[in-house]
């Protein structure tokens, strides 16, 4: 339930209040090594603006050209742990990108719990992946 709870709270308003309440909670977290839920956070905070990257190159036709470029903006900034970069898609429409975001965020971070990762950075996005336990990964056996 605690994965459910952070995901919608980091996704709800990408960086405001509600978002900083659930990163600090993150760090009360990384300060007394309770790293599970690090992780959830991690994944919960690069989630908005990763999603709506992928959706502005997998469905280019539902984008203008300047949402396009934006979204080439959000991945670069999903990437680094940085959930502003959904914002300009949720302000231009609201009423189906924040629940999208925020339902995705929740996926992520209730798959993150569910698979036991742990994260070491007080942080979130790909960039943290070197200090990240239990990652899923595709094994070439």
């Keep these: 339930m ?33 790293y599970t839920v690090v992780a959830i956070a991690a994944v919960g905070i690069c989630i908005p603006p990763l999603g709506m990257g992928l959706a502005t190159l ?4 539902n984008f203008s050209a300047e ?7 959000a991945l670069v900034m999903g990437c680094v742990g940085v959930t502003e970069g959904a914002i300009p898609f949720a302000a231009a429409d609201p009423l189906r990108v924040i629940p999208s975001i925020m339902v995705g965020s929740v996926c992520g971070a209730v798959t993150a719990a569910l698979v036991g990762a742990q994260c070491y950075a ?3 996005g790909l960039i943290v992946l070197p200090v990240v ?4 990964v595709i094994s070439q056996q």
């Design 67 to 73: 949402e396009r470029e934006t979204g080439k903006a």
């Design 122 to 124: 007080g942080w979130g």
């Design 2 to 34: 605690l994965a459910v709870i952070m995901g919608l709270m980091l996704a709800f308003d990408m960086g405001g209040p509600v978002n900083k309440v659930a990163y600090a909670f993150m760090l009360i977290c990384v300060a007394q090594g309770v």
């Design 133 to 136: 336990e239990g990652k899923l």
């Design 58 to 61: 997998i469905g280019r036709k």
